[in-house]
């Protein structure tokens, strides 16, 4: 009997420490969203003509763009991508753009629906 109570007890102990987190989650949530919205308009702020369509005139970026791109969260940035970015944007040329600016975008994996080429590393 004395371990069943003990057991309710570190359930309602757990439940109590989530719910007293989910508010700074939640704070925490908002913010990286933030961070995430920021780096996007850093980002096509400094490199939004290197990374439109056509896909075939890739242009080295200028040292603007290499500098956001060094600053931004890539991965944040991969979440982000919806099919609609994916019209206006050029991930062939996201992923050229990312290589020249020493930052590369991991082969095999994905930023939005767009798989970078490459073996699965």
Known sequence: M?????????????????????????????????RCEKDLDLL?????????????????????CCGAVRRVDVGCLCGMVTPEVEQYVCMDKAVYVAAYCHRPLLPGSYCGSYHVPGPVV
């Open 2 to 34: 004395a371990r069943l109570i003990s057991s309710s007890a570190a359930v309602c102990f757990v439940l109590l420490i989530a719910m007293a987190m989910a508010p700074a989650t939640a704070t925490e949530t908002a913010a990286a969203a933030d």
């Open 44 to 64: 096509m702020g400094s490199c939004e003509g290197y990374l439109r369509f056509p896909a075939e005139a890739k242009a080295a970026p200028s040292r603007a």
